[in-house]
């Protein structure tokens, strides 16, 4: 398979082990997501966030699917100022004195149409951030079954549920280089039957499938060098 470009895509570096590829345990993932550590996430200091930066936060939620777990990711509205048609999680920015839980399952439920009272709150990700100046926070959720989705027109343009099973499959992995001054920074590509996840999104993405799996994880310290290197670039180009 090749990029648009004719090139064919670098596959290396999948994060997943050959147990999760060839037999995946819907009952142990759920487990593990239920046992998430508040301890072991990673909050970025105070002094590496730009006070300029909004607070955001985004909701990653999962449901059993007989016995496979799938979870949901919206593709947004062609109209959107921020990344239209990109793949992603519900969310966006907060509001004032809002929590990061409060956020992520308020913006949930106006995009999607998912009660914020029906998601199970597990725990969060490591923090994160995005170009467009955000600190952004990641919160698991759990739903007792497949939702019913009211998808908001103006902010969503499709609603997609892959499956874990599907997610973590070698071919399903790609990833792109991006040079980020004196520092590269990889980004993901997950693909699935009809549709595809990269950017921030697959990472995020990548670090709850992991979690669930029981692996360590390091994705938010690479956000953290990554921020920081952005950040060096940006002063730099500034000071030219």
């Known amino acids: 398979m090749s990029d648009g470009g004719g090139e064919a895509l670098d596959r290396s570096g999948h994060p997943f082990g050959e147990g999760e590829v060839g037999g995946f ?9 239920r046992g998430l550590d508040e301890a072991s996430v990673l909050s970025f200091p105070d002094d590496a966030v730009p006070e300029d930066f909004k607070r955001s936060a985004v909701l990653l939620p999962f449901w059993r699917e007989g016995d496979d777990v799938a979870v949901l990711m919206t593709k947004r509205a062609a109209t959107l100022r921020g990344h239209p048609g990109m793949m992603a999680f519900p969310g966006g920015r907060l509001e ?9 399952l308020r913006e949930t439920e106006e995009e999607v149409g998912i009660p914020r009272d029906g998601v199970e709150v597990l725990g969060r990700l490591d923090d994160a951030w995005s170009g467009s100046r955000h600190r952004l926070v ?7 079954e497949r939702p019913r989705f009211v998808a908001s027109p103006d902010e969503v343009a499709s609603v997609h549920t892959p499956l874990v099973s599907t997610l973590v499959r070698p071919e399903s992995w790609s990833r792109t280089a ?7 920074h990889y980004d993901a590509t997950i693909e ?4 595809h996840v990269y950017g921030l999104s697959a990472d995020l993405l990548v670090e709850a499938l992991l979690r669930g799996f029981g692996q360590p994880t390091r994705n938010g310290h690479g956000r953290l060098e990554s ?13 030219r």
């Open 25 to 33: 345990d819907a009952e142990a993932f759920e487990s593990r997501l």
């Open 96 to 104: 004032d004195g809002e929590s990061w839980v409060e956020g992520a």
């Open 138 to 144: 990641p919160i698991v959720g759990w739903l007792p």
């Open 178 to 184: 991006i040079p980020l001054g004196d520092y590269v």
């Open 192 to 195: 699935w039957a009809d549709d």
């Open 227 to 239: 921020l920081r290197a952005w950040l060096r670039a940006q002063a730099g180009d500034e000071a």
